[in-house]
């Protein structure tokens, strides 16, 4: 059974103000626990304001390391990439940036060298933050032919390579994600996502759990943490 909570907000900005605090109380408490602070962060538009906010705040940043919950296979100069959004969000404040992807014609081999990569890390995330596009996928945890396989990777393995079917048709590339298991690893869950029509997608998707065709309703089904959803019109 799901434990979700909604967090609803006036507009983005408020949004971005909650998030970005709450955040940043993950990472202090991370690195008064731990003297470091692992983080998951997604890509997609409705991140950027909240990183806005985050990387604005003084936190120990140098203890801090981010990797993208997924990745296109493009190269990190790319203006598509997700970890270019976090370099650029994050690196003058200190922190590192961890990229997954680059352009890489296999993607079985891509998905094996963001797991090696990934592998490096100390796990678990303290904070695995999700965004949800409005097909329904999640990271890039896509509905289609190889959907499963980033479902049902075994619990070691951290990140699978995916070739979304049908591809978007504004970013018609391979990715890398994170697995659902390596999502759910997370000590911490946040969801953000805007608009009133996947506010209602997030919740059918919750309420069908396991048989939920979206891919976020099948990794949310098997979340053994409590997740806050941030919620913006
Ligand atoms: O493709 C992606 O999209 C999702 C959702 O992005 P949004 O712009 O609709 O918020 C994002 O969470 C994921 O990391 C990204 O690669």
């Known amino acids: 059974m799901i434990e979700a909570e909604w967090w609803e907000y006036d507009s983005v900005e408020e949004m971005a103000d909650a998030v970005a605090g709450d955040v940043g109380f993950i990472i202090e408490s991370a690195i008064d626990a731990r003297d470091a602070s692992l983080l998951a962060l997604p890509g997609g538009n409705t991140p950027g304001p909240i990183f806005k906010k985050l990387a604005a705040q003084k936190l120990a940043w140098k203890k801090v390391t981010i990797v993208p919950t997924d990745e296109r296979l493009v190269e990190v100069s790319d203006e598509r990439s997700n970890a270019r959004l976090l370099a650029q969000s994050f690196m003058r404040a200190g922190a590192r940036v961890i990229p997954i992807g680059g352009e890489n014609a296999d993607v079985a081999a891509a998905g094996n060298i963001a797991d090696a990569r990934l592998q490096d890390l100390p796990w678990p995330p303290d904070l695995v933050w999700l965004g949800m596009g409005a097909d329904g996928h999640t990271a890039s945890i896509f509905p289609g032919a190889d959907m499963q396989n ?84």
């Open 150 to 233: 980033a479902l049902d990777a075994p619990k070691a393995r951290r990140a699978v390579g995916v070739t979304p079917d049908p591809m978007p048709a504004d970013m018609p590339v391979p990715r890398v994600t994170l697995t659902r298991a390596s999502l759910l690893s997370a000590r911490t869950l946040i969801i953000t996502i805007t608009g009133a029509d996947k506010r209602a997608l997030l919740e059918q998707a919750i309420a069908d759990g396991q048989s939920s065709k979206l891919p976020i309703g099948r990794v949310l089904a098997e979340a053994e943490q409590p997740i806050d959803i941030h919620w913006a019109p």
